[in-house]
């Protein structure tokens, strides 16, 4: 039971992890990077299908993302999608490919994406922290119904907070790194 209890906390911690640098890739750094167009699906022949299954997308510059459709039919569809995405980005189309070139970030701005990236750090060592306590829950509900030994329940207790303490400090990593790269010209 309690390496039961101790494996699926893991796991609920990796998810919220893996959570946290989906939406960290979403903070937008002013330089291009892909991760911009994940989850933009394109109406294609009447199925919605990811953007880079139709296209292949490219970094030009450190600035400009290049969009080529495989089948240049699907470029107006493209297009229309990204201005869906509301990403803060206007498509340029040339008739084969679609370009969104990045601004540079102003200091106001940059400072607002650092906040926003605390706010995303701060949401994620809570969802983590309530993680623990479930576990911790577990372990003391079967301390009281005696099918663990006290000690047991406390060592296993100690490893869980091991464990949140290491994955805290990767993610304080992860955060501190990001708005590094942020507030970074």
Avoid: C, W
Avoid at 95 to 118: D, H, M, N
């Amino acid at each position: 039971m309690l390496e039961e209890t101790f494996k699926e906390m893991r796991e609920k911690m990796d998810k919220t992890v893996d959570v946290m640098l989906k939406e960290f890739s979403n903070v937008r750094t002013g330089r291009a990077h892909t991760g911009v167009l994940d989850g933009i699906k394109i109406d294609y022949y009447g199925a919605e299908v990811p953007l880079q299954q139709i296209s292949a997308v490219s970094i030009v510059e450190g600035r400009t993302l290049e969009i080529k459709p495989f089948d240049s039919s699907a470029l107006a569809e493209i297009e229309k999608a990204l201005f869906q995405a509301n990403l803060g980005l206007t498509p340029q189309n040339d008739g084969k490919i679609i370009r969104l070139s990045f601004p540079p970030l102003t200091e106001e701005r940059r400072k607002e994406l650092a906040k926003s990236i605390k706010k995303l750090a701060e949401e994620a060592r809570v969802s983590l922290r309530n993680i623990r306590r479930e576990a911790n829950d577990k372990v003391k509900a079967g301390a009281k119904a005696k099918t663990v030994s006290e000690d047991q329940a406390k060592d296993v207790e100690t490893q869980i907070q091991k464990h949140l303490d290491s994955v805290i400090k990767k993610l304080d990593d992860m955060a501190a790194k990001k708005e590094q790269e942020v507030l970074t010209l």
